[in-house]
């Protein structure tokens, strides 16, 4: 099993900056992915960016480029999120999520945190 939990959400006004973490511990796989995923109030859950862990190779949805980095620290079996030039339209809660490399869906997910964009 892995567990997942993600901290760093809050309330920040618009063109400001956060960063999320979310550590993972647990069963170890030789090739995966971790994401990152908002669901805002209403609206189904959306693909934010995620990383191939063993390569870096990094992927955004196009609301985010230039904006949103997404990063991993191997030692502390962590990825972050660093969210830039916040907007309104950034609020939801966001979720950190595990895949194999093997698999096309997302088998583990956190617990998520809220960030909240003010106007």
């Known amino acids: 099993q892995v567990q997942l939990v993600e901290s760093g959400g809050g309330l920040v006004q618009a063109g400001g900056s956060l960063r999320l973490s979310c550590a993972a511990s647990g069963r170890a796989f030789s090739s995966y992915y971790m994401g990152w995923f908002c669901r805002a109030l209403g609206k189904e859950r959306e693909f934010v960016a995620s990383?191939?862990?063993?390569?870096?190779?990094?992927y955004y949805a196009d609301s985010v480029k230039g904006r949103f980095t997404i990063s991993r620290d191997n030692a502390k079996n962590t990825v972050y999120l660093q969210m830039n030039s916040l907007k309104p339209e950034d609020t939801g809660v966001y979720y950190c999520?595990?895949?194999?490399?093997?698999?096309?869906?997302?088998?583990?997910w956190g617990q998520g945190t809220q960030v909240t964009v003010s106007s």
């Open positions: 999520a595990l895949r194999q490399s093997t698999r096309v869906e997302y088998d583990y």
């Open positions: 990383i191939k862990w063993s390569a870096g190779t990094t």
